[in-house]
């Protein structure tokens, strides 16, 4: 049993205008999907096929000799929970559990979409902006290809567009239990 691409929970052009539907025929139907087929490519035939996802990040995670098993299981496991985090109509300040949560870590929600900006900003490459203890609660992908085509290089602008209007409050509501 191969690992699967999961669908998308939304239409390709529902985060439009903030993410296009061209970024996500990419960023969706190509990045993540290569990361699905080069995954099964690289567990066919050894003792990780037909294991979970996650099964497969936590036997591969600590093994040096499968670092490239681990970054593609973590790519696909990233990418199906970045989707999550974001809706049409979303962002703005949180309801619910977490709103309390970031006010008691961060002081304000002002003061989270700041940090959590300089971190998306900051991360210095392709990368990730976390927010999380042990638990992932949310993420937003910050590698060039989640928004070279809308946004060319201003990473600033997409990540305040995603924090406005995208951010699925009720799914990261969903992680705190
Ligand atoms: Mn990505």
């Keep these: 049993m191969a690992v699967n691409l999961p669908e998308l929970p939304?239409?390709?052009?529902a985060l439009a205008p903030y993410i296009s539907a061209n970024t996500l025929e990419f960023h969706y139907g190509k990045h993540?999907?290569?990361?699905?087929?080069?995954?099964?490519?690289l567990i066919a035939g050894t003792d990780l096929e037909g294991k979970t996802l996650?099964?497969?990040?936590?036997n591969?995670?600590?093994d040096p000799s499968k670092a490239g098993i681990f970054n593609n299981a973590a790519q696909i496991w990233n990418h199906s929970f970045y989707w999550k985090?974001?809706?049409?109509?979303?962002?703005?300040?949180p309801t619910g559990a977490i709103a309390a949560k970031i006010d008691a870590?961060?002081?304000?929600?002002?003061?989270?979409?700041?940090?959590?900006?300089?971190?998306?900003?900051?991360?210095?490459?392709?990368g990730w902006a976390w927010l999380d203890g042990q638990k992932a609660l949310l993420t937003i992908d910050v590698w060039e290809h989640a928004y070279y085509l809308d946004y060319q290089n201003r990473r600033p602008d997409y990540l305040t567009?995603?924090?406005?209007?995208?951010?699925?409050w009720d799914f990261v509501n969903s992680n705190l239990g």
């Design 85 to 93: 985090c974001l809706k049409p109509q979303g962002g703005g300040a």
């Design 54 to 58: 996650e099964e497969i990040i936590a």
């Design 60 to 62: 591969s995670a600590k």
């Design 32 to 41: 993540h999907k290569t990361y699905v087929d080069n995954l099964n490519k």
């Design 10 to 13: 939304y239409a390709k052009d």
């Design 161 to 168: 567009a995603v924090i406005q209007n995208l951010i699925n």
């Design 105 to 126: 870590a961060f002081g304000s929600y002002d003061k989270f979409t700041e940090e959590l900006k300089n971190a998306g900003v900051t991360q210095f490459g392709s």
